[in-house]
């Protein structure tokens, strides 16, 4: 019987397993594989280079770039969300009126997608007719007002606003679900005693949301290793670099150089006779007879 339970767990425990050694483990030894040559992602020949390519990349004044914004956008994702859902959730859970709109409309941004969290902000950043601009200038603050996302100094901190304004609503529902849990008992004993809120907050409520808390920190550097969308949709890592991350690193330097490759060998073909031809830079549409 014993022999039996433990053949069937290992039978269907090596399912997923499989599947996670095939689609996860198999490509990441691939991809290391090749991180070890000079292979350029179209012919069949290659070399081994060793940590070549590691050092190289160490070099590149980008990569820290892209690092440093990247521990950025971490921080910040780490304290923006937890910080404000806790506000908002320890503003809400009390019976004000109209609390349950209120929370309603704090959740709504992370049922949109980044991409539409993305145009909507870089609506609002506008130098003419954004939001953000319009109302500086209608308080008189006319020297603050510029391209928000046309600046190096501004670009990134624009662009992880717009990302900690939608994830601030789900840390506020999950701190309110964690505020839920917490005994009025013991909020009515540390009243007696002579606590004040900031002492019953920082003594009692925070350290029974410590559940509720490593969920919210969890999810937010899960979900900070993820944004790629928004950034891509606002700046595209620039101005001059300035808002790379990782991510959007890599996206440049593979999918775009491997765009370019390709443009410049459908070039080639287009005009065999020209032995310049890849240096040639053809309007768009032009290899393919379009109108341009």
């Known amino acids: 019987m014993a022999r039996s339970r433990w053949f069937w767990r290992v039978a269907f425990l090596s399912i997923p397993l499989l599947l996670y050694l095939v689609i996860v483990v198999g490509p990441l030894l691939y991809s290391f594989f090749f991180s070890l040559t000079d292979w350029n992602g179209f012919s069949y020949d290659f070399n081994f280079v060793g940590l070549a390519n590691f050092a190289k990349i160490f070099e590149d004044p980008l990569f820290g770039g892209a690092i440093k914004n990247t521990i950025i956008w971490m921080v910040a994702a780490l304290t923006i969300p937890t910080l404000g859902g806790l506000a908002l959730a320890l503003a809400l859970q009390t019976q004000l009126r109209g609390a349950r709109l209120f929370k309603s409309l704090f959740y709504l941004p992370i049922c949109l997608s980044l ?6 902000w870089i609506w609002i950043y506008q130098p003419r007719w954004g939001l953000l601009n319009l109302t500086l200038d209608s308080v008189g603050l006319f020297d603050v007002s510029q ?5 190096p100094e501004t670009a ?14 789900l840390a506020m529902v999950i701190f309110l679900a964690g505020l839920t849990s917490v005994p009025t008992e013991l909020l009515e004993a540390a009243q007696i005693d002579g606590a004040n809120y900031r002492q019953s907050l920082l003594r009692v409520v925070i350290p ?58 459908d070039l080639r073909r287009a005009v065999p006779d020209r032995p310049c031809a890849d240096r040639v830079l053809l309007p768009a549409g032009a290899r393919t007879g379009e109108s341009v």
């Open 147 to 151: 391209a928000w996302l046309a600046s």
């Open 156 to 169: 990134l901190a624009s662009v992880i606003v717009a990302w900690g304004w939608q994830q601030t609503g």
């Open 208 to 265: 029974l949301l410590q559940p509720a808390t490593v969920v919210v920190i969890a999810l937010a550097v899960i979900n900070s290793l993820k944004s790629f969308d928004i950034v891509y949709i606002v700046t595209a890592g620039g101005p001059f670099h300035s808002s790379d991350t990782l991510a959007m690193m890599m996206y440049n330097e593979v999918v775009q150089e491997i765009l370019h490759g390709l443009r410049q060998r």
């Open 115 to 120: 991409v539409v969290v993305g145009q909507i």
